[in-house]
């Protein structure tokens, strides 16, 4: 037996190999593809036991009735797109530079202070939402999507400093030598060497960031009334009142997840390097 | 004139992450400092307004002879505990299938990014639907394959209710660890693979020889980062049961959001807030003790 195929394993092993994919396929993409399903069947043709997919039940009606019914809908996902893409902005535009600082310049307690922040990442949203919620209330910024933006900075901002830390590290050091005999300043090396090449870490903290913000749901409940319901919310009360309509149900939740798994598959690779690795490296 | 350079490449440090710093202090340090003096008062929110009377460790007593934050405890125990040892198996074995020839197709990656990108919110209401006890798909699949002759509701009693709870969050949570394992898997030198095959070694004790030694840093940091995640599940238990029934899937994240927002005690919330913030520090410093890098001896 030669290494490799030491390593592919016999045909029992292959076998083993193969019903275990089949398995996990099914186990993950079931779920997906019966939401996607029940999007587009008509109400009769879904609570038909088996449920009923000849091509005539196919419909679009439950997204246009949904898109018609609810203004709430529309009104979440806008206010979910300026609060996902204000916090993401404002986590990029402080973490950034932050993260570099602590990665290449000779900040006092460098690693320290990375892992402290790395640490407020694991915070429990619970630990920190009481007291904010008092003083946001008596700033009266109750229900404002720049407030709920800002306070999506407790996790977005962690997350952004310690995926571009990770990266900034790697950075062969020669590259700020040769920018600093070209007579470049630190401002100038990190606005025009180094955030060119970093691109790639860094579309893959935005996208993070973004999906993380879009989903989040315990800060919405707890810090909107109605003008500044994001999506999750809107979506929460929809299972409640419309219980029955699983179609439309169903059609409102693809709506809300469309975005963010388009973005996750298009930047998968960049993700789950930045991430994966992220958390696994000291 | 190296001091000078140093001296100025510090300073720029410094006004790097300052910023940073001031904003993380606003809206995580103060935020956790204010908390732990609110569970030493008695907070009410009445008409608007918020009074505020010192009660030392009033709350903190109350706790203890509260039977619904014992019972919150034991779920969160009994939830956090499964939670973490079925998402560590099961994402063990996705990733050792798909670090396989035959699972490398970058297919499967969408398939693992996928559920991640699905807000939770989402994902409970998908499965509210799957779970429904007069249309739901999975009564439906059940009873055509014999396994139930009656449809049931599965949400309907305490511990089906809480054990559906664990099976649709360890099904949201296993795609994200499985990525972390997988990415450990791909760290394994293959000379080390090598070397048991030229040793007589069979898979099996090559995997538990080689694999498992080198992943077993891997799998900590899994562990405890999967028991913080655990630790804050919440939205699935807002749509799909409220705590209910019979306070059967209280966790303790959403005892404290009950006590707080429902029942305007926002003192006593915070008592039960400081608790879950407790159990994530003291896991949190084991994670950072985990990552913090050591001089590595023996090592080349």
Known sequence: ?282 | MTTTVEQRRRRTGVFFVAPALLVLAAILFYPIVDSILLALQRVQLAGGAVTQEWIGLGNFIRLFSDPVFWRAALNTAYFSGMEVVLVTLISLGVALLLNHPLGRSGFFRILLIVPWAIAPVANAVLWKWILNANYGILNGLLKSIGVIDYYQVWLGTPFSALNFLLIVDVWKSVPFVALLMLAGLQRVPQSLYRAAYMDGAGPWQSFLNVTLPTMRGVIAVAIVLQTIWSLRVFDLVFVLTRGGPADATALLNFLAYRVTFNFLDLGYGSAIANVIFALTFVLAALYVWLLWPRDVRGAR
């Not at chain 1, 275990?20 to 008509?42: D, H, Y």
């Not at chain 1, 973490?95 to 640490?119: K, T």
């Not at chain 1, 007579?183 to 955030?195: D, N, Q, V």
């Not at chain 1, 993380?212 to 919310?233: C, G, S, V, Y």
Request: hydrophobic share 60%; net charge positive.
């Open chain 1, 1 to 282: 037996m030669t290494f490799a195929r030491l390593q592919q394993g016999g045909p029992p092993r292959q076998a083993i190999v193969i019903l275990g994919l089949v398995l996990f396929t099914c186990w993950s993409a079931g779920p997906v593809i019966w939401l996607i399903l029940s999007s587009v069947l008509e109400q009769k043709a879904l609570i038909a036991q088996p449920p009923d997919l000849s091509p005539q039940n196919f419909t679009l009606d439950n997204f246009s009735t949904v898109i018609g019914a609810a203004a709430s809908l529309g009104r979440g996902i806008i206010n979910s797109l300026i609060v996902a893409v204000f916090s993401t902005a404002l986590a990029l535009a402080l973490g950034a530079p932050a993260a570099y600082a602590l990665a290449r310049l000779p900040v006092p307690r460098a690693d320290n202070i990375s892992f402290l922040i790395l640490a407020t990442q694991m915070l429990p949203g619970i630990a920190i939402a009481i007291p904010l919620f008092i003083l946001i209330s008596r700033l009266g910024l109750i229900d404002n999507v720049l407030s709920l933006g800002i306070v999506y900075l407790s996790f977005n901002l962690p997350i952004v400093i310690w995926i571009l830390r990770g990266f900034f590290l790697g950075i062969p050091a020669g590259i700020e030598k040769a920018a600093a005999i070209d007579g470049a300043g630190i401002f100038a090396t990190f606005w025009h060497i180094i955030l060119p090449i970093s691109l790639p870490p860094l579309s893959a903290a935005a996208v993070f960031a973004f999906v993380e913000a879009w989903n989040e749901f315990f800060f919405a409940l707890i810090l909107t009334r109605q003008q500044a319901q994001t999506t999750p919310l809107v979506i929460a009360n929809f299972a409640g009142q419309y219980q029955t309509v699983f179609g439309q149900m169903m059609a409102a939740a693809v709506i809300s997840v469309a975005p963010v798994i388009l973005l996750a598959i298009l930047f998968r690779n960049q993700i789950i390097r930045g991430f994966a690795d992220g958390m696994m490296k000291g």
